[in-house]
């Protein structure tokens, strides 16, 4: 498995992402950050 390496401005689109889904939905926040941070492992 390759090891992805998270740029400043990648992880910085990921917060704001989940941060605006958590406005409305915590549970969906939570699930997208951890799709997208599991997939990219891949």
């Known amino acids: 498995m ?3 390496r ?6 910085q689109d990921l917060y ?3 941060r605006y ?3 409305n ?5 939570r699930d997208v950050a951890k799709t997208i941070t599991t ?3 891949v």
């Open 25 to 29: 939905n915590p549970e969906a926040a």
């Open 39 to 41: 997939d990219a492992k």
């Open 21 to 23: 889904i958590r406005r």
């Open 16 to 18: 704001c992402i989940t």
């Open 6 to 11: 998270w740029t400043a401005p990648a992880a």
């Open 2 to 4: 390759r090891r992805i």
